[in-house]
């Protein structure tokens, strides 16, 4: 099996869509569509055209997770759309870390000083596989003014590299 991390761009919405949709709303029950995230439509102008970027972990061609960065200013960056396939989630594949860690190779390179991201409450093995890697829990209001919260998020983290 070959696990390739590659830009995703416009022409990858419908598989991004594909991917994130049914994990928010069929496996979490979380109240968000696409009219939510118009983001996922726009990929190349929302994620890339800033200076951030999006990528996507695929295997034999098969998109089966994703990881977005808002370059939200010079020094800092949101995570967004971190999502892995049922099926393919857990350390046997590792899929989940390769995505976190270009996201974060890609950070330093450009001089972000530190990442924060939104989550809901109901995806512990999220905020685990989170903490594991150095983020820590962080009050809505420690969040930079700059940080484009999500009306579903209602827990924060911030990671400040060294």
């Not at 979490?28 to 696409?34: H, L, S, T």
């Not at 808002?70 to 590792?94: H, N, T």
Request: proline letters at 3%; a negative charge; aromatic letters at 12%.
């Amino acid at each position: 099996m070959n696990i390739n991390i590659v830009p995703i761009y416009n022409n990858d919405s419908e598989a991004v869509i594909n991917i994130i949709l049914p994990i928010q709303q069929n496996e979490f029950n979380i109240a968000i569509g696409i009219k939510d995230q118009q983001d996922l439509l726009t990929i190349e102008e929302f994620y890339h055209h800033g200076g951030g970027h999006f990528w996507g972990a695929k295997i034999d061609g098969e998109l089966v997770g994703t990881i977005g960065l808002i370059k939200c200013s010079d020094d800092f960056g949101a995570i967004r759309k971190m999502f892995v396939k049922k099926e393919y989630r857990g350390k046997e594949y590792g899929i989940a870390q390769l995505l976190l860690d270009t996201l974060m190779a890609y950070s330093k390179e450009i001089g972000l000083k530190s990442l924060y991201l939104g989550t809901k409450d109901v995806l512990q093995a999220a905020l685990r596989f989170y903490e594991k890697n150095g983020f820590s829990l962080i009050e809505k209001s420690e969040l930079p003014k700059a940080f484009p919260i999500m009306p579903v998020d209602n827990v924060f983290c911030r990671l400040s590299f060294k």
